[in-house]
Every structure is written in C-alpha cells, then in structure tokens.
C-alpha cells in the first residue's frame, strides 16, 4: 500500500480500512483512488488458487441431458440454400423501421425478391433470393454487423 499526501490532510484510517475490505470483498488485485488532497493505491496478490476455474456439479450434469439438432439440420444439404451477404456492413430484415419485416420463417419466396438490406458506407443494398424456396432460418438478428460471405438466411428450395 503506498500513500501519497497533496496539501498535508491526513486520511482517516477508518476509511482505509474499509476500503481494504472492499478490495477484498470485490476480489480486486488493486484499487486506486485520486482526490484533490491525496491519493492511495492499495493493491493485493490474488493466489493462483483464486484464479482456477472450478467444476460445478450442475454444470456437469446440464453437459450430459442430451438434445436433437434443429430441423433444419436433419433436412438433406441439397434442399437447402443459404443466401450470403456480397460485402459487408449492417444487416437489417424490414426496408424501414415501422415496417413489417421482408421474410420471415416460413415466408415463400421467388427468385429475384429482396429478402433483406445490407447497410455499406451510408448504401442500402439490397439482399435478392436467388432461388425459389421457403425461408426455414434467418441466421442474423436485425441491426447485426455481417462480413462478405456470411450466411444471412438458409432457404428450402423449391419448384425449381
């Protein structure tokens, strides 16, 4: 602990205290406050036992409940498309806020229709279907930052 005094006020050990207290309390390795009269840095070795993760039993037991995969991965590869983003930017589902969405699970769609917006340097971009299907997955949520090549929505194809 190292205490610096500015203008010769004395800190009230009370205080210190409590403040070593906090820094226990809060698992802190150093805490450093600065006033217009002094400033106190407390810092404290924290055991490398503290920093080891440890095993809950109920974590253990949740990794061993089994679970099924979603339909859309049981459906065989070739009946499904995913429509990628061309660039990157900011994905957005409806052309305006109070508007409803362009798709949505379930949605039929056709080849050339515009499924969502890609938002580039100030650009909306718009997403086009280009297969016929039905939208069984949109893979981002509205407002999401996506890169070149991303998955933005897996369709089923269909009559083509």
């Given at each position: 602990m190292t205490m610096g005094k500015k203008g010769g006020d004395n800190i009230d050990y009370s205080v210190l205290r409590q403040l070593i207290e906090l820094v226990e309390q809060?698992?802190?390795?150093?805490?450093?406050?600065?006033?217009?009269?002094?400033?106190?840095?407390?810092?404290?070795?924290?055991?490398?036992?503290?920093?080891?993760?440890?095993?809950?039993?109920?974590?253990?037991?949740?990794?061993?409940?089994?679970?099924?995969?979603?339909?859309?991965?049981?459906?065989?590869?070739?009946?499904?498309?995913?429509?990628?983003?061309?660039?990157?930017?900011?994905?957005?589902?409806?052309?305006?806020?109070?508007?409803?969405?362009?798709?949505?699970?379930?949605?039929?769609?056709?080849?050339?229709?515009?499924v969502a917006l890609v938002e580039s340097m100030k650009v909306f971009n718009e997403i086009i279907a280009d297969v016929n299907g039905v939208v069984v997955e949109i893979c981002v949520e509205d407002g999401q930052l996506v890169q070149q090549g991303d998955a933005l929505i897996i369709l089923r194809r269909e009559g083509q």
């Open positions: 809060a698992g802190l390795s150093e805490l450093t406050i600065h006033t217009h009269k002094w400033t106190i840095s407390l810092r404290r070795q924290i055991s490398s036992n503290a920093l080891r993760p440890t095993v809950n039993e109920q974590v253990s037991q949740l990794a061993q409940i089994p679970f099924q995969l979603p339909s859309v991965a049981s459906k065989p590869a070739a009946d499904l498309h995913q429509v990628t983003s061309p660039l990157t930017g900011v994905f957005y589902r409806r052309p305006a806020p109070q508007e409803p969405p362009f798709v949505e699970i379930g949605s039929y769609v056709e080849a050339g229709q515009i």
